[in-house]
């Protein structure tokens, strides 16, 4: 109940004359005693306009307060609110709905506006429990800010303020916003002064704060920042402080050791404000649990309604989703092309997408974002050198023992506050080694590699996080190597020469008559010289990682290329193998996959079965196989080939790679021993 002092605190009014003021507490004081018709009286009601004349907003806090005191009937206040309302300027007639909602908006909330002037009001919202309210911020122009207005309107007025009024109102607020303070708003994470905050986006809004120091829940009346809830977003838990991020790898499809070091590190970025973000890119067979892996890691991050996608179909949506979501989760991706893994670039580093805007024929809809990006498909998605110098890979096994999709869920709600609480433990703990950890050398997507060796330190683990990511990074690049045609091209041609220094148009002829491969995507091969100048520039980072070095010189008769053998940096493996390999290239086939017969040598096709894709840890045992059986590999494409149609024609399942023994076996019943 409010207070008699509170009650009558609107006879203490700075904006009116003392004679005022007197017939305004005389009215109450009588109205309070059982008289409310007082409050009707000429003199009262000249008093009443008088005051909502030149301090409305004051009287509208007042007439919030008396209601909730319920001092004075509710009907009453009603009739009077009505009944006092001022002119509207010019004269004409009571005020109209518009701009009682403009009145009512700027009496209970804030308005600004952020730095790409897209205009918001914090506003005040009870709590659930009907006990206190908390404050939440919307998009003027959304549907979460339109019902709370029109609520509160209600509230007061018990009527809707309609379509017209609230298009009207709208355009006023936006100027008082565009007038008010500039302020950053977020979708789920923000850094702040070295802390990180996280928007649980429950229904009380609260924060959790992370500090060097450990991690706390606040209030986000609180928080130095503000986070706004997008449609599709979901409530985190709330994080249990005993947890463990450990206890993930118990819900997913578990990986190798170093996988998972970069997948918590991942993990960490994601929550992180404006610094570039790897893209995680997760690929299995099919029943290898993408989805779920892709879910849970999702959940940690962002929870939302929707939480996989389908890839999208115009590389607008990118940029549209980026707007809503703070992860973007695209599950059974076949594949990607050119522009979705430059759009995915773009997300990863940052960047902008325009557009003109509906309705209009000159103005521009302009989207800048940075997000964190995860991409699944049964297949490897990133083949494009620039997106996957980008990329942590994640290689799921097969799974042998499946499990009720009921008892899956069922743990991983138990479980979920408490790996929360450990992801925010592990962030505190490495927020804690930030300042103290110097990575010498770092590699593209520095700061990741930052985070990840201050990840390291903090758990007390000796690991080289560099290296760890750098074999990652190594084994996407030269598989994007495999998937170029003139990458292929290129380490050919190093093969063969020390060093290469001509013209563009004279390198063009010579790959095209002597190196191109046998089978080969058409469209990836450049048709001018000045196409293989660009394809060269967005493939000369991934072929230094294969030590050759591409360089551009300006001459009088065109550009030249400079191409030279470099040593790459040595990058230890984790678990490197010695394997013998013929001493001649008049080995045949068969007598290559006997000598690899216990190697890693993984061997797959792309482009629909028409291109060779050799894979092992020992790039260099790589290159020697795929030199040794030149002369064979129509003959091994042929054998894959005959294997993935026998398969089809029998409702088999078609492998997606084949190793030495497995080919040797194809191999020696084609030839019938």
Not at 460 to 485: L, Q
Request: proline share 5%; with cysteine; glycine share 6%.
């Amino acid at each position: 109940m409010m207070s008699d002092a509170v009650l009558e605190a609107i006879s203490g009014s700075a904006l009116i004359d003392d004679a005022t003021n007197a017939i305004i507490d005389k009215a109450i004081e009588r109205a309070k005693g059982g008289l409310p018709s007082a409050l009707f009286e000429d003199v009262a009601l000249a008093a009443f306009r008088k005051l909502r004349e030149v301090d409305e907003n004051y009287y509208l806090r007042l007439d919030a307060d008396w209601r909730a005191a319920k001092t004075i009937p509710h009907a009453v206040i009603l009739r009077l609110f009505k009944i006092t309302a001022p002119l509207p300027a010019g004269g004409g007639g009571m005020q109209t709905k518009a701009d009682l909602l403009v009145a009512l908006v700027n009496s209970k909330a804030e308005l600004f506006r952020d730095d790409d002037d897209e205009f918001y009001a914090t506003c005040p919202c009870d709590n659930p429990s009907g006990e206190g309210s908390h404050n939440e911020t919307y998009l003027l122009r959304g549907v979460d800010f339109r019902r709370w207005a029109s609520r509160e309107f209600f509230n007061i007025y018990e009527s809707s303020p309609g379509d017209s009024a609230f298009k009207d109102a709208l355009e006023t607020l936006e100027g008082f916003a565009a007038e008010g303070e500039c302020r950053s708003v977020y979708l789920r994470y923000a850094m702040h002064e070295n802390e990180v905050y996280v928007a649980l986006h429950d229904d009380l809004a609260r924060v959790v704060k992370i500090t060097a120091k450990g991690w706390n829940v606040i209030a986000a009346a609180d928080s130095p920042v503000r986070f706004r809830k997008s449609r599709n977003a979901r409530a985190l838990p709330y994080p249990v402080e005993s947890g463990e991020l450990g206890t993930l790898w118990e819900h997913i499809n578990p990986v190798d050791d170093e996988t998972r070091v970069l997948v918590e590190a991942w993990l960490l970025e994601a929550m992180r404000g404006d610094f570039p973000f790897p893209v995680l890119e997760v690929s299995g067979e099919q029943g290898s649990a993408k989805s779920t892996f892709q879910k849970r890691i999702c959940a940690l991050i962002d929870p939302a309604k929707v939480m996989l996608r389908r890839e999208p179909k115009e590389i607008a949506d990118y940029f549209v989703s980026a707007r809503h979501n703070h992860v973007l989760c695209y599950d059974n991706m076949s594949n990607l092309t050119a522009g979705e893994q430059d759009a995915l670039c773009t997300m990863s580093t940052g960047g902008g997408f325009a557009t003109r805007r509906l309705h209009t024929t000159s103005e521009e809809e302009m989207w800048d974002a940075k997000r964190p990006v995860i991409i699944g498909g049964i297949s490897e998605l990133a083949t494009q050198a620039d997106l996957a110098d980008r990329v942590i890979a994640v290689e799921l096994p097969i799974i042998k023992t499946y499990k009720q999709e009921q008892g899956l869920e069922d743990a991983w709600a138990r479980d979920y506050p408490a790996i929360l609480g450990g992801l925010y433990a592990r962030m505190s703990q490495t927020l804690a080694k930030l300042s103290s950890t110097v990575v010498p050398n770092p590699p593209r997507l520095a700061d990741f590699a930052h985070l990840g060796q201050s990840m390291l330190v903090g758990i007390g683990d000796a690991r080289d996080f560099i290296e760890v990511f750098t074999r990652n990074r190594n084994r996407v690049v030269n598989r994007a190597i495999e998937s170029s045609p003139v990458a292929q091209a290129i380490v050919s041609l190093m093969d063969k020469v020390p060093s290469y220094y001509d013209t563009t148009a004279a390198l063009l002829t010579d790959l095209t008559n002597n190196h191109r491969p046998i089978f080969y995507d058409k469209q990836g091969w450049p048709r001018s010289p000045k196409g293989l100048g660009g394809t060269l520039r967005r493939l000369a980072p991934a072929l230094r990682v294969r030590g050759i070095m591409v360089e551009h010189e300006k001459s009088r008769d065109g550009w030249r290329v400079k191409i030279s053998q470099v040593q790459s940096a040595p990058v230890p493996e984790s678990a490197p193998t010695p394997v013998p390999v013929p001493d001649t290239d008049k080995r045949d086939l068969s007598d290559w996959l006997t000598a690899l017969y216990a190697s890693d040598l993984k061997i797959s096709v792309l482009y629909g079965g028409k291109l060779l894709r050799f894979e092992s840890a020992d790039e260099a045992l790589v290159r020697e196989f795929e030199q040794g059986i030149q002369a064979d590999k129509p003959k091994l494409l042929a054998l894959i080939q005959a294997d993935i149609k026998r398969a089809k024609a029998h409702g088999e399942t078609v492998r997606q790679e084949y190793d030495c023994p497995s080919l040797l076996k194809l191999l020696e019943a084609e030839d019938g021993v």
